[in-house]
């Protein structure tokens, strides 16, 4: 069964500090992988996704994401976070022949001004 | 264009009573998912429909949850009756019919594209 892991549940960053998110997923064929953010009192937008081609993925608002299919990861990387950055990130990957999105348990991201 | 909508926002009832939920996809998108999240937990998947066949209803918790999608519009998310465990976020999300049988993984490419979410309180 697939399965997606995020590493961190609470991360407290100031302003201007650089971020990286952890992802690892289990499933042993292509897959789709995605990272969505949900900002305070708002509905989950997409930052980025990755479906084939260059594993390094860039999104909205400066984030990207790299892939590394031999380490079952896809972890999410913004040089410089912003107050406005606090959201919570869920990292979210699609697989075989379904079209469901398996998600991780998301990650609280606070940004300190 | 319009994103998803999802109907009400907040809904909150007793044990043992009724709830529907609707969800509005995004015109055109032939694929509807409905997700939950319950506190502290992640977001689960509950099913999928095309237009109104469901494709896969794996998620679904127990038959006290029953989705409809009729004319392959709206899509409507009953439970009857609820449960205190039922108490969480329910997400509807849509996306494009990229779907092409010849390939491999008839899903790949698909974005999927989520509505606000509707906060079920079961007391």
């Known amino acids: 069964a697939q399965s997606v892991s995020q590493h961190n549940h609470h991360v407290i960053l100031s302003e201007a500090a650089s971020l990286e998110l952890g992802c690892n997923y289990s499933y042993g064929g292509t897959v789709n992988l995605f990272w969505y953010v949900q900002y305070p009192g708002q509905h989950l937008q997409l930052l980025l996704k990755y479906f084939s081609g260059d594993p390094l993925v860039k999104g909205i608002k400066g984030f990207e994401a790299e892939f590394i299919k031999s380490k079952f990861s896809f972890n999410l990387r913004k040089p410089s976070v912003q107050w406005s950055d606090t959201a919570e990130y869920f990292c979210?990957?699609?697989?075989?022949?379904?079209?469901?999105?398996?998600f991780g348990q998301g990650t609280t991201l606070q940004v300190k001004p | 264009e319009a994103g998803v909508t999802q109907f009400p926002s907040h809904s909150v009832i007793e044990k043992g009573q009724t709830v529907t939920l609707r969800c509005d996809p995004i015109s055109g998108h032939d694929n509807l998912y409905w997700y939950r999240r319950v506190m502290g937990k992640e977001i689960k998947f509950l099913l999928h429909?095309?237009?109104?066949?469901?494709?896969?209803e794996s998620g679904m918790p127990n038959n006290r949850f029953l989705a409809e999608r009729t004319g392959g519009t709206y899509s409507t998310l009953k439970v009857q009756p609820a449960e205190l465990e039922d108490s969480g976020v329910y997400f509807c999300a849509s996306s494009q019919a990229r779907f092409a049988a010849w390939r491999e993984d008839p899903y790949s490419y698909n974005e999927q594209f989520f509505g606000p979410g509707t906060r079920l309180t079961v007391l």
């Open positions: 429909f095309v237009k109104e066949s469901k494709q896969d």
């Open positions: 979210a990957v699609r697989g075989g022949n379904t079209g469901k999105l398996i």
